[in-house]
């Protein structure tokens, strides 16, 4: 199938120059603090959401596990009667 | 990582002529070729912070193409190549026969475009069935499968060709 290709060889790209065009205006758009910082990174800033998610997890849970060591549900009460003479006597 | 000036001219210089020639065989028009490279080119710019390396330049350019080529037959359904393009004159190999063609123009604009899109990337740009999966972003077996039912309608279509087209074996 070589012929196929060969048959097409004087067809060219010619619109370099009109995409340089539009890299360069692209180029001298103002852009926002956080698009420049990609440009110098020229990577995108990803987040690693699992080990993100699991560091959350992790810290929910000592979180609860300390405030429920820590509680102590006994608590003090008192407690009202009527005596025979009728008085109140509180113990 | 390389100025993106510098890396776009190294594309444009290195991909340009060969996207724009698959282009026009896939949409039959030069004209129209040359604007979808350049909106390849441009969409490419836009979205390289997206371009994780897990491909080539090549494979993630051809992908862009492909995109652009179906939305341009979204809105334009029909297909006739341009008279002046593909006047092949050879031999084509297909796997159990061999058939002489004189001109696949009118066999190709009987395809449809996903047919002709895996016998476009397979015959003119020599392209690997892995590398074809990745452009069209289908499956390898998928691409077999296009391929073959692709090549048994091209052979149709050449075969019927009568006295432009005739069979070797």
């Known amino acids: 199938m070589k012929k196929w290709n060969e048959a097409m060889e004087d067809i060219r790209f010619d619109g370099k120059n009109q995409v340089m065009q539009f890299i360069d205006s692209e180029e001298n758009k103002r852009r926002s603090i956080f698009e420049k910082l990609l440009t110098i990174l020229d990577h995108e800033i990803e987040i690693p959401l699992p080990s993100v998610v699991a560091i959350g997890l992790v810290f929910l849970l000592v979180i609860s596990l300390q405030s429920f060591s820590n509680r102590d549900d006994s608590y003090e009460y008192t407690i009202t009667v009527v005596n025979q003479w009728g008085q109140y006597e509180t113990y | ?169």
């Open chain 2, 1 to 169: 990582m390389k100025d993106i000036k510098v890396l776009m001219n190294e594309l444009m210089n290195d991909h340009g002529d060969y996207l724009k020639r698959t282009a026009a065989v896939m949409v039959g028009d030069y004209q129209i070729a040359e604007d979808l490279v350049q909106e390849t080119f441009m969409s490419f710019y836009k979205n390289r912070l997206q371009f994780k390396h897990q491909s080539s330049y090549k494979t993630y350019l051809y992908r862009i193409l492909m995109n652009h080529i179906k939305m341009h037959f979204r809105k334009k359904r029909d297909y006739t190549m341009d008279p002046s393009m593909l006047l092949y004159h050879g031999i084509i190999e297909f796997e159990d026969r061999s058939i002489m063609a004189i001109d696949l123009r009118q066999a190709l604009e009987k395809l449809k475009p996903d047919y002709r899109n895996v016998i476009v990337l397979y015959f003119f740009n020599e392209m690997k069935i892995e590398e074809i999966a990745s452009v069209l972003d289908i499956t390898k077996s998928g691409v077999k499968m296009r391929l073959k039912r692709a090549k048994e309608m091209l052979y149709d279509h050449l075969n019927k060709g009568g006295k432009q087209n005739e069979k070797v074996e």
